[in-house]
């Protein structure tokens, strides 16, 4: 009688937790539940947050090796206070952070540090407002996953070697790059947008960039990438330098370059790629001074088109060759002062062209 029907008590809180909490700590795992910063994550194992924490005098510190921490969708907020970060894992394997956000502390969001580290992940997690990267987890091999890192003082995003960055937004972050990874990465599904400073996507060596979008970089380039790199189906925006930049020893294939130079530099324009490279297949429209240029020798350009490049210092230029030793084959050209500029390869490499 005194705990059944008008006895007042609320069946989904009888024992100080709701019905979602109760399921969720009747998983498999044994998970601790974690009420303040100051709480110690110093054991492997599985932890969840209770509450927002904010003005918090320090972050969450995690000290040891193979922990998953949730944040069931709270917030850890800094208030713009001195502490130099709202979660650690500095130097340590396999831990997971996901569902939540992290914001207006003085340097990083979410901290990793250690090259040597391996296997950070961070997953649906919001880094908004810190004063340095939103998310740094510099550790190999690691995943960054549906994240949102905004209006930070520098990298929106970074993850180290080997690492894959899938389906993120890194917006209005202020320098560095909005994106950024080490050598040997993938890149796919990521958008960028109003990055401030540098590059909108830097891509270390030998990575994979796949269906990225990069929108209105006001620093450099849309996408900029390293030696190695294949780019696939990437859109370059309204970026204030280069759409997109490749180094050298690079694969680009359907990427679209529209609207890049903003900042009318002679010499720049929508797509950029260096010696020993291949671009097939892409498309240039309505780039400052250049469509695509071809920076080097020994690269192949085959079927890609360019048009209506705006004129910078009475230079309007659909594709331009540093070099004649390449090849150009079944490319199309219109509505550039000039369509083929530069030092074109002799005949025999030089192809089944198009202008009008």
């Known amino acids: 009688a005194a705990d059944g029907a008008g006895s007042g008590l609320d069946a989904d809180t009888v024992d100080s937790m709701h019905a979602n909490q109760l399921i969720e700590a009747a998983s498999d795992e044994v998970r601790t539940p974690i009420s303040s910063t100051s709480d110690p994550i110093d054991q492997p194992g599985s932890y969840y947050l209770t509450q927002n924490l904010s003005g918090s005098t320090q972050g969450i510190d995690i000290t040891a090796n193979n922990v998953t921490l949730d944040l069931m969708g709270f917030t850890i907020d800094g208030g713009g206070s001195v502490n130099d970060y709202g979660i650690s894992f500095h130097g340590y394997d396999n831990v997971t952070i996901k569902n939540g956000t992290v914001k207006g502390f003085a340097y990083n969001g979410i901290y990793q540090g250690l090259s040597t580290a391996k296997y950070g992940r961070v997953i649906d997690v919001k880094a908004l407002e810190n004063g340095l990267f939103g998310i740094r987890v510099v550790g190999s091999n690691s995943l960054i996953l549906r994240c949102t890192a905004g209006e930070n003082g520098a990298y929106g995003i970074y993850a180290g070697v080997g690492s894959v960055v899938k389906e993120n937004t890194a917006y209005k972050n202020q320098g560095l790059s909005g994106i950024a990874t080490g050598s040997g990465s993938t ?34 380039h849309g996408i900029y990438a390293l030696n190695g790199a294949i780019l696939i189906n990437n859109v370059a925006f309204q970026n204030k330098g280069w759409g997109i930049y490749a180094t050298y020893s690079n694969v680009l294939r359907g990427n679209m370059a529209y609207s890049n130079n903003q900042s009318q530099t002679a010499d720049q324009g929508g797509i950029r790629r260096g010696d020993d490279s291949q671009a097939i297949n892409n498309t240039a429209d309505s780039n400052y001074h ?49 369509e083929f500029a530069g030092l074109l390869p002799p005949i025999s490499r030089f192809r089944d062209n198009i202008e009008w």
């Open 290 to 338: 250049t469509a695509i240029y071809l920076d080097g020798d020994n690269t192949v350009l085959r079927d890609n088109h360019a048009t209506d490049s705006l004129v910078v210092s009475t230079v309007s230029q659909c594709f331009y060759f540093s070099s004649a030793d390449n090849a150009a084959i079944g490319n199309t050209a219109t509505e550039c002062t000039i």
């Open 187 to 220: 890149l796919t599904q990521n958008t960028v947008y109003q990055h401030q400073s540098d590059n909108g996507i830097y891509a270390g060596t030998a990575s994979t960039l796949i269906n990225n979008t990069v929108q209105d970089t006001q620093g450099l």
